[in-house]
């Protein structure tokens, strides 16, 4: 949590909503990687997903780790998605996963 992106007490709009989370983020510097690879979406870093019908980012999840395959999986709570293929259907047209952890070697199977 920093200036800006906060959520205690009132949040901040880049704490709860996705555009303004996405706009934070790249404006603050962090490297967004927009439809990455798997091997590009790592352990303790967001993953956005854009809706066109809505022309906007839309849906936020978090890297929780690795399933038995390798394949990343998220967590997301809309439908208390928890351990899901970071991929979560086919509905967006994109997906972007935001650079905040780096160390590949924290990976986590589940």
Same mark, same amino acid.
Request: charged share 15%; proline share 4%; glycine share 10%.
């Given at each position: 949590?920093? =200036?800006? &992106?906060y959520s205690?007490?009132d949040?901040?709009?880049? *704490? !709860?909503?996705?555009?303004s989370?996405? @706009?934070?983020?790249?404006?603050a510097?962090? %490297?967004?990687? /927009?439809?990455?690879s =798997?091997?590009? +979406?790592?352990?303790? @870093?967001?993953?956005?997903?854009?809706?066109?019908?809505? $022309?906007? *980012?839309?849906? !936020? !999840?978090i890297? +929780?780790?690795? =399933?038995?395959? $390798?394949?990343?999986i +998220?967590? !997301?709570?809309?439908? =208390?998605?928890y $351990?899901?293929? &970071?991929k979560?259907? %086919? $509905? &967006?047209?994109?997906?972007?996963?935001?650079?905040? @952890?780096? @160390?590949? %070697? /924290?990976?986590?199977?589940i």
């Open positions: 949590m920093a =200036d800006g &992106w205690y007490s949040r901040s709009a880049s *704490w !709860a909503a996705c555009p989370m996405y @706009n934070y983020f790249k404006g510097g962090y %490297t967004i990687i /927009e439809n990455p =798997d091997s590009q +979406v790592l352990a303790g @870093n967001p993953v956005l997903y854009y809706s066109s019908a809505k $022309g906007r *980012w839309s849906h !936020a !999840a890297c +929780v780790g690795n =399933d038995s395959s $390798g394949t990343p +998220v967590a !997301a709570h809309n439908n =208390d998605h $351990g899901v293929d &970071w979560l259907g %086919t $509905g &967006w047209s994109k997906r972007c996963t935001i650079l905040m @952890n780096q @160390n590949t %070697t /924290e990976k986590v199977s």
